[in-house]
């Protein structure tokens, strides 16, 4: 069948994005499932922070690449031994499909499963290479197995949680990374309490996610830090406490907390951020790496004896240490009490145009948006 999706050919850092075009919407041939697989028709996808990191060449992907990671849909047709879903039914979709068989799933870690981060890095799918070809007959890869700035995408059963058909589209959207990462990082990883104290440095989806998920936990105080005033508004309006600028924040977080925080979330990619995490917690804290620095870049200004003799962790958290089946139900259980409200990170909606697409990449960019949602003109109505 024919689509259309969002591709990137070549990575680009020349900005700004509304006017240099690094990305095309184009028109595609997408075979349809094999064994495993289902075709979804893409109600909404945002707009996340590990595009860009593609599109910029921070994150090294195979090129040509359909783009687009975080989305929701409705199943339209499923290949053989498909069970997990059925057409018709609203589906999230998950950037990391896991194959519930190697030693990470085994554990009850499929966030890092082995296969799937083979197929995902080789820009295929689970069950096999890409569907998608473009007019030339030549592949384009798929972004983490999903590929979802398109009308549709086949991807494997595996990256798909069913969710209620009363939850919008564009709120539903949301829970399939930043949700999963940012709520997951303090809930799964940190296992923050109540009543402890928090810090969250990087307000972009993934970090007021984290604020979302320190609140819904009960923590206090909870300390958030950007940059940009709009962005720590927002925080405070999220049940952050206190909110400063990273040029504040190490004696803000001391004062606030009575000495440093329990639990650290770094939101940013930047080792300087790292660690500035760990000077921000307490003897016996713990720092949750979640953002993604470039490949190139290390850690060189944290002091090794923060660990033997401070006693304090820094813990690695990919995709929040989710298990999506446990947590994107759980999750949505939140917001309808209204302890996770992320319709709150909904900056705009854009249509699935190259114009709108690339203006989308550069207000990312620039730090004006948290998530923007793209709908393909087609989509299914709220």
Request: proline share 8%; with cysteine; charged share 15%.
């Amino acid at each position: 069948m024919k689509t259309t999706a969002v591709v990137l050919r070549g990575t680009s850092t020349a900005r700004p994005y509304g006017t240099t075009h690094p990305v095309q919407v184009e028109e595609l041939e997408l075979h349809p499932p094999r064994e495993g697989e289902v075709l979804v028709r893409i109600a909404a996808a945002g707009l996340c922070h590990s595009d860009l990191s593609v599109v910029n060449g921070d994150r090294v992907r195979p090129l040509p690449m359909a783009l687009g990671h975080e989305a929701v849909g409705v199943v339209e047709e499923t290949g053989p031994g498909v069970r997990r879903v059925a057409p018709g039914e609203h589906v999230a979709m998950v950037f990391v499909p896991s194959c519930g068989g190697c030693a990470r799933c085994a554990e009850g870690r499929p966030a890092l499963c082995a296969p799937a981060a083979a197929a995902n890095g080789s820009g295929g799918l689970l069950h096999g290479p890409s569907l998608l070809r473009d007019a030339m007959g030549g592949t384009v890869h798929h972004q983490l197995g999903v590929s979802a700035f398109a009308r549709h995408a086949v991807v494997a059963q595996e990256s798909l949680a069913p969710i209620p058909a009363d939850v919008p589209f564009s709120t539903a959207a949301l829970f399939g990374c930043a949700v999963l990462t940012g709520a997951g990082a303090v809930l799964n990883t940190a296992e923050l309490r109540a009543g402890q104290s928090a810090v969250v440095f990087g307000l972009g989806g993934v970090g007021l996610s984290a604020v979302l998920g320190a609140r819904a936990a009960g923590a206090s105080p909870i300390v958030a830090v950007d940059p940009v005033p709009a962005k720590r508004e927002l925080a405070l309006r999220l049940g952050a406490t206190h909110a400063c600028p990273p040029q504040e924040a190490a004696a803000a977080v001391a004062d606030w907390t009575g000495g440093g925080a329990e639990v650290a979330v770094e939101a940013v990619g930047s080792p300087g951020v790292t660690a500035a995490c760990l000077a921000a917690v307490v003897r016996g804290g713990k720092v949750v790496s979640v953002g993604l620095p470039a490949p190139d870049r290390k850690l060189e200004a944290v002091p090794a004896l923060a660990f033997a003799g401070e006693g304090k962790s820094l813990l690695g958290s990919y995709m929040g240490d989710a298990v999506p089946s446990r947590d994107i139900p759980r999750f949505l259980s939140l917001w309808r009490a209204g302890l996770l409200p992320v319709e709150e990170l909904h900056t705009g909606t854009l249509g699935l145009t190259t114009s709108e697409v690339n203006q989308a990449l550069e207000s990312l960019a620039a730090g004006t948006a948290i998530r923007q949602v793209l709908k393909p003109g087609d989509a299914p109505a709220e």
